[in-house]
């Protein structure tokens, strides 16, 4: 499974984004979770969200119903729309998938794309 993460800025709080994460090589959503982690500089990875068939969309406590993710099956593509965007939120965002069910967690991680910057200025 490739993942390919695209969609981070700079925008002022209050703003808003829309993260994509293409997926490909064997990734079909009948089968797979697809989802975010955020690090933020000098912070652990943190889950942010996570969708499937199975479980559907599920969020962190912090996104407080700011986020709202998506999976486009034409596009086989995810989508994060973020926003309220607060200085909070500056992290490097990455795409991430597993096997539905095979996780403990948010969101499965065996799979990771590259990250998109997102930074928030007050």
């Known amino acids: 499974v490739q993942l390919q993460a695209s969609g981070g800025g700079l925008v002022q709080a209050g703003e808003s984004l829309t993260l994509s994460c293409a997926a490909s090589g064997g990734f079909t959503f009948d089968d797979y979770a697809i989802g975010w982690f955020r690090q933020a500089p000098g912070k652990e990875r943190e889950a942010v969200s996570c969708?499937?068939?199975?479980?559907?969309?599920d969020y962190a406590d912090f996104v407080q119903g700011r986020f709202t993710i998506s999976f486009d099956d034409a596009k086989n593509t995810a989508y994060l729309q973020m926003n309220n965007l607060q200085p909070q939120d500056t992290a490097v965002y990455f795409c991430?998938?597993?096997?539905?069910?095979?996780?403990?967690?948010?969101?499965?991680?065996?799979?990771w794309g590259k990250g998109t910057q997102v930074t928030v200025s007050s």
């Open positions: 969708i499937s068939i199975g479980n559907g969309a």
């Open positions: 991430v998938s597993a096997l539905e069910g095979d996780y403990n967690e948010l969101c499965g991680t065996d799979y």
